[in-house]
């Protein structure tokens, strides 16, 4: 569980509820200092039992390059609805989640796409399923399948206390109650406790402790299984013809070792950024390295996109100018079949769509 430090909202940054053909989600929305948006927007999807919260140290920093950055709680964690049907936590329909509020923020033009933990297999869905535009995806903290360690035995302990509440044989609103006492007692039980022991302060531990009651029971079981049980799919993201990838994390990540993240990203073909001190929440923990790490990598994948369309647009070029020698000479001799397409399709409108 990621935990804030500060749950101060810089300057520039706002609560928002994004719209999107999905249903609704609750959004922390930065802006440049400036007001203008010259970069493309971000988006910032959190891990397990984690929220749009746990991104606020390096909002405002990201967005001061220029660019609309956006961190989400998903479908059904903290202050984010709630589906009505189990199947929504599904990873492929929470992927198409991320498509919806990704066409939302970025109006169909690409974004850059962060994943922290759970949220970095989730993006790795929705990159594989292309039903989002992606400019870089960044696997924050993030592994290639399901996790292992002391954290994976703990979720399982976890796991298991809902699955024992589940199965007490009560459905509907009962059921519900039921579920929501077990992770009040999980909290009671060992997650205040930890919180206590580490010295977080007062004030942000009531915030941990309304954010693990406001995520929906269903959606913890369901993520959570998720977690345990994910497929490595690193093989079939590195054949994918996609986005350029960033795996980021911190030298001491207890979730997934560093070293299987380094290996990871070898594997992607990746760049790989391990932040000294950091552990599984890098925002949280160095957000001024995170920041600079993410906006570099922003820069340099946008700058690449900005050479490919030049080079698409300069053969294009070389074709049309390769087909209007040829439609002279047609047109000399007699044959007009190829005047048309440049009445239509003029030189200046092929370049504004590209």
């Known amino acids: 569980m990621s935990t804030p430090k500060t749950l101060e909202l810089p300057e520039r940054v706002r609560r928002v509820t994004i719209e999107s053909r999905r249903g609704c989600f609750a959004a922390l929305e930065a802006e440049p200092t400036m007001g203008v948006c010259e970069r493309r927007p971000a988006l910032l999807i959190p891990g397990f039992t984690g929220s749009k919260e746990d991104f606020i140290p390096v909002l405002q920093s990201l967005a001061s390059a220029g660019r609309r950055v956006a961190a989400i709680d998903m479908r059904g964690q903290y202050q984010s609805p709630a589906p009505l049907d189990t199947d929504a936590y599904a990873p492929g329909e929470l992927a198409e989640d991320i498509a919806a509020i990704a066409a939302d923020i970025a109006g169909g033009q690409g974004l850059h796409l962060v994943?922290?933990?759970?949220g970095g297999l989730i993006a790795r869905e929705a990159a594989l399923a292309g039903t989002a535009r992606i400019i870089s995806l960044t696997l924050l903290s993030s592994g290639p399948g399901r996790i292992t360690g002391q954290r994976a035995e703990m979720l399982r302990g976890m796991l298991a206390?809902?699955?024992s509440a589940g199965q007490a044989g009560q459905a509907g609103q009962a059921g519900q109650a039921r579920l929501r006492a077990t992770v009040a007692q999980i909290w009671q039980d060992h997650l205040a406790p930890d919180a206590m022991a580490a010295g977080v302060p007062d004030h942000v531990i009531a915030f941990l402790h309304g954010r693990m009651m406001g995520n929906d029971p269903a959606g913890l079981v369901a993520m959570g299984r998720y977690l345990l049980a994910c497929?490595?799919?690193?093989?079939?993201?590195?054949d994918l013809d996609g986005p350029p990838v960033l795996v980021l994390y911190g030298e001491n990540d207890d979730a997934w070792?560093?070293?299987?993240?380094?290996?990871?990203?070898?594997?992607?073909?990746a760049q790989r950024v391990c932040i000294p001190g950091a552990g599984h929440s890098p925002p949280v923990e160095a957000p001024e390295t995170t920041a600079s790490a993410l906006t570099a990598f922003w820069r340099q994948a946008e700058d690449g996109e900005h050479r490919r369309k030049g080079e698409h647009w300069r053969k294009g070029e070389r074709r049309r100018t390769d087909d209007r020698r040829r439609t002279d000479g047609q047109t000399a001799n007699g044959d007009h079949s190829g005047t048309a397409v440049w009445a239509t399709?003029?030189?200046s409108a092929r370049w504004t769509s590209a």
């Open 115 to 118: 994943g922290h933990s759970l």
């Open 231 to 238: 497929p490595d799919r690193t093989a079939e993201l590195a």
């Open 161 to 163: 206390m809902m699955d």
């Open 345 to 347: 399709a003029p030189r």
């Open 257 to 269: 070792r560093p070293a299987v993240q380094e290996l990871m990203a070898r594997r992607l073909g």
